[in-house]
């Protein structure tokens, strides 16, 4: 299984390529358009701005059941400079037939000849002229009538009217105002395209009391509409509803908009598959579709320049704007400015809210807009806008950061970025906070010292991912570079910069900075004490845990001068690393932490301590308290967008119930959170882990031993409650890779003994011990469990504790004390039930059934193997069901007889399938050649070669050989 993300363009995530989508929403019109033309003539306006779905409306109602009855003429007007005379209705008529002689026309069709020429063979003569205009167009709008009416059209479509020239519109006047028309006619229109005083505007004005009149507004999509929409272009799977809205948000709900940006996104490789449904990959923004874009920028060419100006200041602005503003921005007239809002309003582009502000309809048209604006103007429209917002009583300070950013006025820039700083710092907004300082630090040219004010104030917790925190880093290295500073606030700037290095994992370069600041720091005891602080937590060297105490004593020396907020930030510190390190007063502090703060910093500091203090519960197996810290600590998260915490929390929460036994929906929650591209690269690998676990126990990991390697050295044993190395060590010692177990936990082990904290060792001590008593170093498993018990001598951590119960039974099973050992697996899974951690208290029942049929008690032994199973398959651990029934028909199967019906085993006397692998252990094989030989699982073998031992009453594989050889039991060479 691979350990990263999946990419653009990964297998196991592909980009769809989205299908034509579907109707969707639009059931009400079409069924009210089918009314209007099932009950006989009907004038039907269906009108909506671009993209909308007017023609697709139109097209179902064609493909229908209904339409499909009555013949249909569909015409659309091309947009042209100069529309051509009839053109529409001219060209529908050619592509509905090739020849009109079979027709019966009079000889008023003459008058179609100018509009037919091809058909001049066909046509009558042509009429005498007539001296008068509007008699001559009367006799072609009569002769056209004749000609569609003899093409046997039920309902004539004609599309975008709007374009429409005046001779089309006055013949659907014609047409319309008739008693008795011959055909129902529908048009489709843009209303803000319709020019003023247009005869669009009459077409039901004069309507017979026979004729059915419908006005059809098509709106936009909906949030639900739009997930709709998407869906139905990605193979009808779900769409998230946080993507749907996203997508809705940016385009309006409008169709075609919709369309055209799921098709961008798919071929920029943005679109994956998470848990069943299809999400974006981030969800920050979208770039203008090439379509919509064209037809923005078309649009906008067809008004004047002034209503273009008033466009372009709109764009610059992007947010509602009063009048005022919009003139001071583009640069006209009061009078000019007014005209060009006119124009611009009524194009459909802006609209007026209820507080006669005017911004854009949809956002992408506004981007559209303000990407087409030369640079150099951009910025002097910016300069505009930052002069004239500043002059409010109230100035937005946000917008003026924005404005003058973009105008290159990097002093103003600054000072109103640093106040919207502190403004969203002061309401709670630390995500805002976040972004306006981390953009003035990475991209405006300061001061030495304004780098060093700032940076004091970021509140790091509210950044995602590690790119900004690396770009901060070389914002702080390039200060440092420039040597101006005093030492003083050189000193803080090494301490800020190597807490940054302390979040991004870069422990070693954290720590040099750290120890290079705290000697600097006689000035400021509270940085000083939180710099000791960072050095007490354990995580990217190997010192002593001792090592780490010491400098969280340090730490604690200043306690007294610091103010009770700072007070409380050193008791974060004291009870993670003391949590962390294994030391029972860790509890004490944590009981001191308090559930929310005032203050936005020690608000954020309380979700780190609360998620601290959670992860080390799960480490220590207190679960309850572990789900309580976790639960208070995302709720702080989500409220104040504390977005790198939250990763971290939900990682964590997955470990808390892939412990729980609580898996329904586990898989979906993983690759959910592992295809954040903005969570912590560790918090990734954290969830990876769990997925890993999953996945082998339901049998189906393809597993990636490297990356699983990777993974063990990135997290390493101090930072999760569950080892890479274990889960690694678990597949090989299956495979019978002993040797190399024994290296792997031997490794992580000697960094456990090196440390002293052997709460770490949870899952790494039980695999270490089957190693060790299957290469038959018993005595080193009884050394190392002697020193796992002193270890965690003293300390209240459940998990260890069943993991050394544990620990003790496979002992005392490989010394021979059989009975011992099912009254040991016995109190282990129960411990193990407690904390609660279902699959491993299954996984030791497993263990004792194979004891009590080892001890003679078959019927006991298979009995509980069957319920094992059955609980096994319950939870969802597949792979070990099928294991343990396999365990099951390994015995004879007269001893499984011998259960049910009382029939008679083979006793002390081995069976075939022992001798079969008694004759391979005399040639000196492992029991992986021996599964690969005999077609069987390692485990089978496993338990094979113990009953045989049972039965020599030997318990070593030497003792096997021997015992097998001098009673004579193997009377025929093994066979190979």
Known sequence: MAMREAEPGDPRHPSPRPSPPGFVGREAELAALGTALDSGPAVVLIEGEAGIGK???????????????????????????????????????????????????????????????????????????????RASRHRLFRALLELLGNLDLAVLVVEDVHWADDATLELLLFLVARQSPPFSV??????????????????????????????????????????????????????????????????????????????????????????????????????????????????????????????????????PSDEATVTAVSALTSAEALDGLTEALGSGLLRENNRWLVSFRHALASRAVYEAIPAPQRRGMHLRAGLSLEDRPQPPVARLAYHFREAGRTAEWCRYAELAADLALESSDEATTAALLH????????????????????????????????????????????????????????????????????????????????????????????????????????????????????????????????????????ASVRLMLGEEAGWEDAARLPADAESPVL???????????????????????????????LQLAERHQYLRYRGWILATRLQLDWFLGEWSGLAERIDLLVDDEDLDPAARNKALLVRTSLQAAAGTLARDDDELLAASHTLGVADVGMSPAAVLARSWLLEGRVAEVLTLTGEALGIVAHRGVWIWATDLVPVRMDALITAERTGEAADLVATYADGLRGRDAPAPLASLALCRAILLEARGDRQGAVTAYDRAAAAWQALPRPYDALLTRERQANCLI?????????????????????????????????????????????????????????????????RLVVTGQTNREIAQALSRSPRTVAAQLNSAMRKLGVSSRTAVAVSALESGVLTDPPIL
């Open 55 to 133: 023609s697709r409306l139109v097209g179902e109602y064609l493909v229908s059941a209904a339409g499909r009855r009555n013949r249909s003429l569909v015409a659309t007007c091309p947009h042209f400079r100069e529309p051509y005379t009839l053109g529409p209705i001219v060209e529908a008529v050619r592509q509905a037939t090739d020849r009109v002689a079979d027709l019966p026309l009079s000889d008023l069709a003459g008058a179609l000849r100018p509009l037919f020429p091809e058909w001049a063979d066909e046509l009558p003569a042509a009429p005498e002229p007539l001296g008068d205009v």
């Open 186 to 319: 529908v048009v489709t229109y843009r209303p803000e395209d319709v020019p003023v005083g247009s005869l669009l505007l009459r077409l039901t004005s004069r309507l017979p009391s026979t004729t059915t009149r419908l006005r059809l507004p098509v709106g936009p999509l909906d949030v639900s509409q739009t997930a709709q929409l998407v869906s139905s272009m990605l193979d009808a799977e779900h769409v998230s509803q946080t993507f749907a809205g996203f997508l809705h948000q940016r385009t309006a709900g409008i169709p075609l908009v919709v369309e055209e940006s799921v098709r961008l996104l798919r071929d920029r490789a943005d679109l994956t598959r998470v848990g069943g449904e299809w999400v974006r990959r981030r969800l920050d923004e979208i770039d203008v579709p090439p379509t919509v874009r064209d037809s923005v920028l078309e649009r906008v060419a067809r008004i004047g320049p002034h209503g273009q100006a008033v466009l372009r200041a709109a764009a610059v602005l992007a947010e």
């Open 439 to 574: 953009d003035l630090l990475t991209k405006a040219e300061l001061p030495a010292r304004t780098v060093v004010r700032l940076v004091m104030k970021v509140p790091f917790g509210a950044f995602a991912g590690r790119d900004r925190h690396a770009d901060v880093v070389d914002a702080l290295r390039t200060v440092l570079a420039g040597g101006t500073l005093p030492p003083a606030d050189e000193a803080v700037v090494r301490f800020r910069l190597g807490c940054v290095l302390f979040v991004t994992e870069d422990y070693e370069a954290s720590r040099a900075e750290l120890e290079r600041a705290i000697p600097q720091l006689t000035h400021d005891p509270v940085k000083a004490a939180r710099a000791m602080a960072f050095l007490a937590y354990p995580q990217g060297v190997t010192a002593p845990a001792e090592t780490h105490l010491a400098w969280l004593r340090r730490a604690s020396e200043m306690r007294a001068s610091m103010s009770p907020a700072d007070q409380l930030i050193l008791t974060v510190d004291t």
């Open 603 to 633: 608000r954020q500091e309380l979700v780190r301590g609360q998620l601290n203090v959670g992860t080390e519960a799960v480490m220590w197996g207190r679960y309850a308290e572990a789900a309580r810290r976790l639960t208070g600590s």
């Open 854 to 918: 080892a001890a003679g008690q078959p019927e006991a032994g298979l009995a509980l193997l069957a319920e094992v199973c059955r609980d096994l398959a319950g939870l969802g651990a597949h792979a070990d069901a099928a294991r343990t029934a396999e365990l099951s028909r390994a015995h004879p199967v007269d001893e499984r007889h011998d259960v049910r019906r009382g029939r008679r085993g083979y006793g002390d006397q081995l069976s075939p399938r022992e001798l079969e692998v008694v």
